[in-house]
């Protein structure tokens, strides 16, 4: 596609509820990152994908994210039994090679949990 | 850890004037030093990206200079415009895979 695109846009969840996030990386591009970024903060590195192999997940806040990117393309994150503190805007990066190549970003996905 | 921090947090400035967004970083061993541009409710657009082994980069009015010993890198911005207002973002790259560690962005505001 012409960029990362990130679905849905926005999302409302209940306390308690599952959630699933969708990215579409840029056609071809191996490295795959999820970003967090809190309101009035810059974004916070959650995981990290090279194809479909996780190499980073130092970031994920709890067990209760959980990445995945099973076909070394569309990745999706999951945040299981929200809470409030989970409410922020979820970017998603993909780049060519990592490294010193540009990261493409998606418009993000922003969660507010109620 | 890395730890990166922007100065101002905000800047407000009457269109035409030359500014300089400040970036700072505690680790000296990075890959790359990039600034992006955000705009509300939107992505990151990258703006520039330079690499450890460079000084500066440029592209039109942006130039992006990188001081790895002191942990310090500026955006310099020529001629604002009002179409420059967002929110700039500096991250430091820190791994082989392109793991950025972002400061927390300068909100612009060039007016009319």
């Known amino acids: 596609g012409a960029g990362v695109s990130q679905s849905p846009r926005y999302k409302v969840a209940k306390r308690g509820q599952d959630v699933a996030l969708r990215c579409d990386p840029i056609s071809g591009h191996v490295s795959l990152f999820w970003y967090q970024q809190a309101l009035g903060q810059g974004p916070e590195f959650l995981t990290y994908f090279q194809n479909e192999a996780q190499l980073d997940k130092s970031g994920l806040p709890s067990d209760r994210f959980f990445a995945e990117r099973p076909e070394g393309s569309v990745s999706t994150l999951k945040i299981q039994r929200t809470q409030q503190e989970d409410s922020a805007v979820y970017l998603c990066a993909s780049s060519l090679a990592g490294g010193n190549t540009e990261a493409f970003f998606g418009q993000g996905t922003r969660l507010t949990v109620v | 850890k890395q730890e990166v921090t922007q100065i101002p947090a905000a800047l407000s400035v009457p269109e035409g004037e030359n500014l300089v967004l400040n970036c700072s970083f505690t680790d000296s061993a990075i890959y790359n030093l990039q600034w992006f541009r955000q705009d509300p409710g939107k992505g990151l657009t990258s703006l520039l990206l330079?690499?450890?082994?460079?000084r500066e980069q440029t592209s039109g009015r942006l130039n992006a200079s990188l001081d790895k010993s002191s942990g310090r890198s500026t955006l310099y911005i020529a001629a604002s415009q009002p179409g420059d207002s967002a929110t700039y973002l500096c991250a430091a790259g820190g791994t082989s895979y392109g793991k950025l560690t972002f400061g927390q962005g300068t909100i612009l505001t060039v007016h009319p």
């Open positions: 330079i690499q450890s082994s460079q």
